[in-house]
């Protein structure tokens, strides 16, 4: 069927069209990859989408979806990708459940004690259930409070508390003169993925971790806590996983490869992910008593945290006893996928996915995402029987074990690697919604198109486009005129790049395939985070509570699988993507730049006895020592490469609208497959078979999490990891491998330009 014949059959269905008389059509310029003709079909499908997804259908999901906690391994967390699967079918989805095996511990034994140092007292560890909050009190099927991946281990050491346990709070301890050898730490939650907290504690030599949840973050400095409020009550506790994925995710038992029946798999003791030391996660009910019995420095003014206390590092008398015992098991992990076959490029996948297991009930995380994309597919089967036909593969995805470490995502991402490189055209993801602003973060080469997107969706509390909503608060939040001016004038809001945290990042950083995560927030947080009281009554109480956000979100995504499953030529572009590969360069030279003037500047003040005069006897702080100057480190393979970037997409750019000017009919030739091939092809290429130098699994030279942050991302991570670690030679080699990884972009792209203008010609 071609489009005319689509659009009579809209008409003779009787649905509603937008108002677009001829001259209207003639004006109006076609979608991004789309001829003129194509466009008009898809603007009315995309409109049609839109007015399906319902807030009331949102409500009736997550009430059964959060009805009672689906962990991995629970009767529930089962029993709902039954579900899903099921509802995916109905919707008229081609679906199975994919099953993987995989390593998922659960507490056994957990204790936290004060030993010496204060009135002895024993944690509680325990969330209570509130006669407000119906589901609160299914004890029996609750996850106690626990970090997954933490080693087995039973410790008594004197307690030390290090802030948020990240690298710079380590070289204030330093300066303090406070080693956390032998010790047990208190770190607080926030400001850096909750994992890194152990993991820098052990490279300290640290020799058990403890983290809590300071009210000054998400309890009662913030706001009113649960259940008068969305901030966390004094029981509360961020449940979490904490083993190494910055090093790679996934089953830490099958890395690299799918976690299918007969995988081979490490013993648990080579598992490399797995903590060095125990580590439990507590209350700030449970922390005060240890932070009270803290002595020594007094902390400084940034360690400060909420309670009301006096703040100390420690150590002192205060000894602590750590003990924490897991039940080792093998779990399976259900993964619902749903397909919708492509009619002309059924090997080109376009991929939609939201994880559904919870550490409880989780109705914000994941439930309140993934019944936006339940809703999607509901939509998206409602267009397929008014005629509707792809012309590329959808395949909608629930994934399972996200939580414990992205287990069912990375699982099948690793063992479909061969059909992602071949098939693979994009991945969206989304993980929690909200009220507020559309977060989009993801590739840059489909920057102009999440834009795009982004422009379709109306804001249901301001009713202007979330772009547009979107566009005024970066406007009020920019720190700069220049910020400023470039956010009225760039024509495109610059979306963040995507680190580590939710699904997509085996198909990005793994496979190479283009991503992009999307989401609403920014009007409501809270306190319930990885706590039992992230349910139904919390979140119908405190959140998008009329799922108004919720029919937003499923209307982002399903635009944006529609649009990239129709489009005659793939929506990828390369002059933003360019453009912020190149701030990347920039951004790097400053900070070698920046740590060549302030260690240039320490070692003078040291000489001056600036650290000598300034320092109180009575609060001594250790001296720093004279350091080397970095060296100029060797940037021009990577300026070269952005400059050969820029040339191939202003190429791109004007191969592309030389064959818009033909009216885009040329776009319907057959050639065009060819064109495709290698705009898909254009994020395999940023990344290498050896990954990155120290992570092999993570092969994308573009983008990754920090190694010592987590979440947040670190672009062109070999060489900023380099620069920040102090490893100049490796910095230089990594120029080189990154310069050339762009130099292979750039090639890519200037054929596909000279393909598209052979198309046309
Ligand atoms: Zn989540």
């Known amino acids: 069927m071609n489009r005319h014949a689509v659009l009579a059959s809209l008409l003779f269905a009787g649905l509603s069209l937008a108002p677009v008389g001829n001259h209207v059509i003639a004006d109006e310029q076609p979608l991004f990859g789309y001829s003129a003709e194509s466009s008009r079909a898809e603007r009315q499908w995309e409109a049609k989408l839109?007015?399906?997804?319902?807030?009331?259908?949102?409500?009736?999901?997550?009430?059964?979806?959060?009805?009672?906690?689906?962990?991995?391994?629970?009767?529930?967390?089962?029993?709902?990708?039954?579900?899903?699967?099921?509802?995916?079918?109905?919707?008229?989805?081609?679906?199975?459940i994919e099953q993987f095996d995989v390593l998922y511990p659960t507490p056994k034994e957990r204790l936290v004690e004060l030993v010496a140092g204060g009135p002895k007292f024993v944690a509680k560890l325990q969330e209570p259930a509130l006669a407000q909050d119906p589901t609160s009190s299914q004890q029996a099927e609750q996850l106690p409070t626990?970090?997954?991946?933490?080693?087995?281990?039973?410790?008594?050491?004197?307690?030390?508390?290090?802030?948020?346990?990240?690298?710079?709070?380590?070289?204030?301890?330093?300066?303090?003169?406070?080693?956390?050898?032998?010790?047990?730490?208190?770190?607080?939650?926030?400001?850096?993925?909750?994992?890194?907290?152990?993991?820098?504690?052990?490279?300290?030599?640290?020799?058990?971790?403890?983290?809590?949840?300071?009210?000054r973050e998400d309890g009662f400095v913030q706001g009113e806590t649960f259940p008068d409020g969305a901030y966390r009550p004094l029981d509360g506790v961020q449940r979490g996983s904490v083993a190494d994925m910055p090093y790679y995710p996934g089953d830490p038992l099958t890395p690299g490869v799918g976690a299918?029946?007969?995988?081979?798999?490490?013993?648990?003791?080579?598992?490399?992910?797995?903590?060095?030391?125990?580590?439990?996660?507590?209350?700030?009910a449970d922390a005060q008593p240890l932070l009270a019995a803290l002595a020594g420095y007094i902390a400084p003014e940034g360690w400060r945290g909420g309670l009301g206390i006096t703040y100390h590092v420690g150590p002192g008398l205060a000894k602590v006893h750590l003990k924490v015992k897991s039940n080792w098991d093998i779990k399976p992990v259900y993964d619902v996928i749903g397909k919708i076959p492509g009619s002309v490029f059924p090997g080109e996948w376009v991929i939609r996915g939201n994880h559904h297991d919870a550490w409880v009930n989780g109705a914000e995380d994941p439930t309140s995402g993934m019944v936006a994309v339940l809703e999607e597919a509901r939509a998206l089967g409602e267009l397929l029987k008014s005629g509707w036909k792809p012309k590329r593969t959808i395949l909608y995805?629930?994934?399972?074990?996200?939580?414990?470490?992205?287990?069912?995502?990375?699982?099948?991402?690793?063992?479909?690697?061969?059909?992602?490189?071949?098939h693979g055209v994009a991945y969206i993801n989304s993980d929690s919604n909200g009220r507020g602003y559309l977060d989009i973060e993801g590739s840059h080469t489909l920057e102009k198109f999440s834009n795009e997107i982004a422009?379709?969706?109306?804001?249901?509390?301001?009713?202007?486009?979330?772009?547009?909503?979107?566009?005024?608060?970066?406007?009020?939040?920019?720190?700069?005129?220049?910020?400023?001016?470039?956010?009225?004038?760039?024509?495109?809001?610059?979306?963040?790049?995507?680190?580590?945290?939710?699904?997509?990042?085996?198909?990005?950083?793994?496979?190479?395939?283009?991503?992009?995560?999307?989401?609403?927030?920014?009007?409501?947080?809270?306190g319930i985070y990885h706590s039992i009281y992230d349910d139904f009554y919390w979140y119908t109480h405190f959140s998008d509570t009329n799922f108004v956000y919720g029919r937003a979100l499923a209307q982002t995504g399903g635009t944006a699988v529609l649009r990239l499953?129709?489009?005659?030529?793939?929506?990828?572009?390369?002059?933003?993507?360019?453009?912020t590969v190149q701030t990347y360069v920039k951004e790097l030279k400053t900070l070698s730049q920046k740590m060549q003037d302030d260690i240039r500047e320490r070692n003078r003040e040291i000489e001056e006895g600036v650290f000598q005069a300034t320092n109180d006897p009575k609060r001594p702080l250790v001296a720093p020592v004279v350091e080397m100057v970095p060296p100029h480190l060797n940037f021009a393979p990577l300026e070269n490469a952005v400059e050969t970037l820029t040339r191939s997409a202003a190429e791109y750019s004007k191969a592309l609208e030389q064959a818009n000017s033909h009216g885009g009919a040329i776009l319907t030739s057959a050639s065009l497959a060819e064109v495709n091939k290698m705009l898909i092809e254009s994020e395999r290429k940023l990344s290498t078979t050896e990954g990155l130098p120290n992570r092999p699994w993570f092969k994308h030279?573009?983008?990754?999490?920090?190694?010592?942050?987590?979440?947040?991302?670190?672009?062109?991570?070999?060489?900023?990891?380099?620069i920040e670690q102090k490893q100049w030679k490796r910095a230089d080699e990594a120029m080189v491998v990154v310069g050339r990884v762009l130099q292979e972009e750039a090639a890519l792209i200037s054929s596909a330009a000279a393909r598209l203008t052979g198309v046309t010609r």
């Open 565 to 579: 499953a129709d489009a005659d030529l793939l929506p990828f572009e390369f002059e933003n993507f360019a453009d």
């Open 455 to 526: 422009r379709e969706i109306q804001d249901p509390e301001t009713n202007l486009s979330a772009w547009k909503r979107r566009q005024l608060r970066e406007i009020a939040k920019a720190k700069s005129a220049e910020e400023r001016e470039e956010i009225r004038k760039r024509g495109d809001l610059r979306i963040p790049a995507l680190g580590s945290g939710s699904d997509y990042t085996a198909f990005l950083q793994h496979d190479g395939v283009a991503s992009l995560n999307i989401g609403f927030d920014g009007e409501d947080t809270g």
């Open 701 to 722: 030279q573009l983008y990754a999490p920090g190694f010592y942050t987590g979440y947040a991302a670190k672009t062109v991570p070999a060489v900023r990891e380099a």
């Open 397 to 422: 995805c629930a994934w399972d074990g996200e939580e414990p470490g992205l287990l069912g995502s990375t699982e099948w991402a690793e063992a479909h690697y061969d059909e992602l490189r071949a």
């Open 50 to 96: 839109r007015a399906i997804p319902s807030p009331e259908n949102l409500r009736a999901y997550m009430q059964h979806l959060s009805a009672r906690p689906h962990n991995v391994g629970s009767p529930y967390d089962k029993d709902n990708a039954e579900w899903i699967a099921a509802k995916f079918k109905e919707f008229g989805l081609d679906t199975h």
């Open 260 to 284: 299918i029946k007969d995988a081979k798999r490490l013993k648990v003791e080579e598992a490399a992910t797995i903590t060095k030391i125990p580590v439990l996660p507590i209350s700030y």
């Open 146 to 215: 626990y970090n997954a991946y933490s080693i087995d281990g039973d410790v008594t050491a004197p307690l030390v508390y290090v802030n948020y346990g990240i690298p710079e709070d380590y070289e204030q301890l330093e300066r303090i003169g406070v080693s956390v050898k032998g010790k047990i730490v208190i770190a607080r939650y926030y400001h850096s993925w909750r994992g890194i907290k152990p993991k820098v504690a052990a490279e300290h030599g640290a020799i058990g971790c403890l983290i809590y949840s300071d009210p």
